[in-house]
């Protein structure tokens, strides 16, 4: 389903005016060149239908996190990494990503994400 009708930034701005010309001529900003939830969960859609499972996910869990700002992403890469959170830790941040930002699916990433981390003796103490 091809329908770049339906893609617009963040702003409003239809994709068939995002081009070099207007960044250039300063008419778009960074926030411009950003994916909107709605975009996003129209891919997830489209992947979904061609069997992309995997993809699909991962697509549901970018357009809820499109709107948690780049220093809570940041940190919450850092919680996942290995060793660096403990259990309890890392289900703040799903109760976080559930209660602040309407994420459920990341949520219950991160708590997937502890339980696996607790197999494999990878939660800080």
């Known amino acids: 389903m091809r329908r770049p009708d339906l893609v617009t930034t963040p702003a409003g701005t239809p994709l068939s005016e995002v081009t070099l010309e207007a960044l250039r001529a300063g008419r778009l900003t960074a926030d411009d060149l950003r994916a909107t939830p709605e975009t996003l969960r ?53 109760a976080r990503l559930e209660g602040e930002h309407a994420a459920p699916l990341t949520a219950a990433f991160v708590r997937e994400a502890a339980a696996a981390y607790g197999a494999r003796l990878l939660l800080a103490p």
């Open 42 to 94: 129209r891919q997830a859609e489209v992947a979904a239908a061609a069997g992309r499972t995997q993809l699909a996910e991962n697509l549901r869990r970018a357009a809820e996190l499109a709107g948690v700002p780049a220093e809570t992403i940041l940190e919450l890469y850092t919680a996942l990494r290995p060793h660096r959170s403990s259990e309890n830790e890392l289900e703040r941040w799903a």
